[in-house]
């Protein structure tokens, strides 16, 4: 099985019990299926949310990679850069806490990560105002940081915002 085909499986498996193949080839996307049903509510748009646990501490302590993951998902999920990510170190009131902190401005909302090295976890946050392929995202973001585990969650975020306004 290819890696993303079995990121595949271990998604769905994960979230439904339940996958189907065709020799192979996942021949079902629930999650995306859904969350394209939900747009057409007429919404403002999807905010993915991701916990990583687990990911190796020279990853969470590398600068550049928070950067670079800052800077290339928004084209790899078909977003537009409005500014260079802004990525920090971070040493606060509780050592323990030390980390990453980043963001990316996009046309269409933001990416941001907060990494904390010595407890091995990172949030992420994607929100954006149209529709973008929330399982290529993961596997990116996975592949990217490779922790021992994670957790989503996906909400669909203003829910009956206007798209258009009648000007009289």
């Known amino acids: 099985m290819t890696p993303k085909l079995d990121f595949y499986f271990r998604l769905l498996k994960s979230d439904f019990k339940a996958c189907f193949f065709n020799n192979g080839i996942l021949i079902i996307n ?12 007429n919404s403002f ?19 550049q990679l928070h950067f670079d993951w800052l ?13 260079q990510p802004y990525v920090f170190p971070y040493a606060g009131l509780v050592p323990e806490d030390r980390g990453i902190t980043g963001i990316a ?21 994607i929100f954006s105002c149209k529709d973008f392929d929330v399982q290529s995202c993961l596997y990116w973001t996975i592949e990217w940081f490779k922790p021992q585990s994670y957790k989503w969650n996906i909400v ?13």
């Open 105 to 125: 401005i996009i046309a269409e909302s933001h990416l941001s990560i907060h990494s904390f090295e010595l407890k091995s976890w990172s949030f992420i946050d």
């Open 30 to 41: 629930i999650y995306q299926k859904l969350l394209k049903k939900q747009m057409k509510q």
């Open 156 to 168: 669909e975020r203003g829910v009956g915002f206007p798209r258009t306004v009648e000007v009289v």
């Open 45 to 63: 748009g999807p905010h993915l949310t991701v916990d990583l646990i687990g990911s190796p501490i020279e990853i969470l302590q590398d600068y």
């Open 71 to 83: 800077k290339k998902l928004p084209e790899m999920i078909g977003m537009t850069p409005i500014t």
